[in-house]
């Protein structure tokens, strides 16, 4: 994803300089006193029209069955796409955001994706391949069906992508990361966590359209045949105990990636 100067490294990836390999225990960035921030920031957006769909590392949390809710967090970087169709619309959208509060993060001259708002960084990228990037098919289709989800210990709805799609996304800028290392690493293991961790991913694959669901079948395959797979995922899994999930990991992906019967979806 294109975003500002000193800001995000390729699609929905904030980099954190001080992660080393060890950390990727605990990849997954939110807790309680986080998801209050998420419930103010939906709620100042609700307040302006067209659909905002939450998107990043930090809504990973909310596509698992289970979250250990009071963890200790990290620094909080939310996503979100507008459906503005226009880049007309979108700098409407920029003095809307002004109004309420919104505080350009970097450049003060729209178009701007970064904002500061309370004491959140918030950064909203319109509907458009120029910012999305590679992975624009799926956050387009994404976005389209993006379901109402409740926040965590909230009445408050936010809009998220389906799970199928969200996972193309996180395949998507795995496979576009050919330079080892953290950010890589980090990503798969998201991939690793949604696999293991969401009991109903393969009905939603298999029920999910045609070409998102044959992406990420064909995707997985790949990688389960691939000669480093198995070694990154011992990076990532390096306690003793968790050998099993490398294993867990790999037959997942082997039945994720079998075929199922041609649907006209």
Known sequence: MRSQPKQSIGIFIEPRQAWVLRDL?????????????????SQALDLLPGKFVFTGREMMPLYLDQFDWNSR?????????????????????????????????????????????????????????EFLGWNYKWCEEGVFHARKSNIPFSQQEIRVMPPSYFLANLIGDYQKIEKKGTIRLQK?????????????????????FYQVR???????????????????????????????????????????????ALSTR
């Open 188 to 208: 798969l293991r998201q991939i690793a966590d949604i696999l293991l961790y969401r009991k109903d991913m393969l009905e939603e694959v298999n029920g999910s």
């Open 25 to 41: 225990s605990d990849a997954l960035f939110m807790n309680k006193h986080q998801l209050k921030k998420l419930e103010r920031l």
């Open 73 to 129: 967090g990290g620094l909080l970087q939310i996503q979100c796409i507008t459906d503005a169709p226009t880049m007309a619309e979108f700098m409407n959208l920029d003095r809307a955001l002004r109004k309420l509060g919104f505080v350009p993060k970097y450049l003060p001259s729209p178009p701007v994706i970064d904002w500061e708002f309370q004491d959140m960084t918030v950064s909203i990228f319109p509907l458009q391949q």
């Open 214 to 260: 044959q992406f990420i079948k064909s995707s997985l395959d790949s990688m389960r045949n691939g000669d480093i797979l198995e070694h990154e995922l011992s990076q990532i899994f390096v306690k003793s105990k968790d050998k099993a999930k490398i294993e867990a990991v790999l037959h997942k992906m082997i039945v994720m990636a079998e075929p199922v």
